[in-house]
């Protein structure tokens, strides 16, 4: 199971996704507003929906959100930005789509059938690009080999991976290749925990920083207004003093250099997201896996999920 993204680091993806299409969001460049914490709630109600798909559907948002402004037709060569309106606006229908969607989906407890004496909700519409499942993919390559060889040469368009869950072993694929694929899926999982809790950490020693930072100053500015009685006191005042301001100042350093490595950290696993997005980007539109399962990085080059297919980084160009 993987874990919902922070809504942080969704509006971080919302935000790179617009700027790619050249479109300032104003409420998310100030995070202190009252729009971007409005924001951050509501993707914590979104997030905690069965149906939130993480990055799915924070793309399917960057894509209403474009829509919109494109709507209104913004003249050529003037920047192109989203009211803080217009952003919350969006935000609050798809979670209205979303709880409608929820709601009208019957689930039955594990283990137990769904009572067909109770009233159904009516079925929500069938997406558009679904993934065949895989006991149909593998029955289509067993007998038309011919047709799966002629849907290997268009570009194929982007679809949505299937759950991990319902992808089975390819045929012929052996118990190496299976169990390396299976080792690699878990490597990747404790890589994004280690990430997770590594800004967690990073995190929690800038607020202990902080807080030291602060008693010392506080503790300054009481030693500053304290009067000596005598010559022995002022020293031992000047002297505390001292401490306490280069304590200060030690403790401020430090925390800017955390800082600065959080930022270096967030700065490089979203490159490694960038490169990773490129190559899942690229073998889909080589079409080498027809059911469009997503790729999991292996020495050497790309799997897909269902273990059957293989790229190398040379024929990926990578």
């Not at 919109?68 to 003249?75: G, L, N």
Request: charged share 35%; net charge positive; with cysteine.
């Amino acid at each position: 199971m993987f874990h919902n993204l922070p809504p942080e680091n969704c509006l971080q993806l919302l935000d790179r996704d617009l700027k790619r299409k050249q479109i300032t969001a104003e409420a998310l460049q100030n995070l202190d507003a009252a729009p971007y914490l409005e924001m951050l709630s509501l993707l914590e109600e979104l997030s905690a929906l069965p149906s939130w798909g993480n990055g799915r559907d924070i793309k399917t948002l960057a894509k209403n959100m474009i829509g919109m402004v494109y709507k209104a037709k913004p003249k050529a060569g003037a920047a192109i930005t989203l009211s803080p309106e217009d952003t919350l606006s969006c935000i609050k229908t798809l979670l209205a789509d979303r709880k409608a969607r929820d709601a009208s989906v019957s689930y039955s407890s594990p283990g137990r059938p769904l009572d067909n004496n109770l009233p159904r909700a009516p079925a929500p519409p069938a997406p558009i690009s679904p993934a065949p499942p895989a006991t149909r993919t593998r029955q289509a390559t067993k007998q038309a080999p011919l047709k799966q060889k002629r849907l290997r040469k268009p570009v194929l368009p982007k679809q949505e991976a299937p759950p991990e869950a319902t992808i089975e072993r390819d045929p012929g694929v052996s118990d190496d290749v299976w169990n390396q694929l299976e080792s690699d899926k878990a490597a990747e999982k404790r890589r994004l925990k280690r990430f997770q809790e590594e800004l967690q950490k990073r995190q929690e020693e800038i607020e202990a920083m902080k807080a030291f930072e602060e008693a010392q100053k506080k503790l300054a500015e009481e030693l500053a207004a304290k009067k000596a009685k005598d010559e022995a006191e002022r020293q031992e005042f000047v002297r505390r003093q001292e401490e306490a301001r280069l304590a200060e100042q030690r403790v401020r350093i430090a925390r800017e250099k955390a800082l600065a490595e959080l930022e270096r950290i967030r700065q490089q696993e979203l490159m490694r997201e960038r490169l990773e997005e490129q190559a899942q980007e690229k073998l889909a539109r080589m079409g080498v896996c027809i059911a469009g399962y997503r790729w999991v990085k292996q020495a050497g080059g790309y799997r897909c999920f269902a273990g059957a297919c293989f790229i190398s980084n040379a024929q990926l160009g990578m």
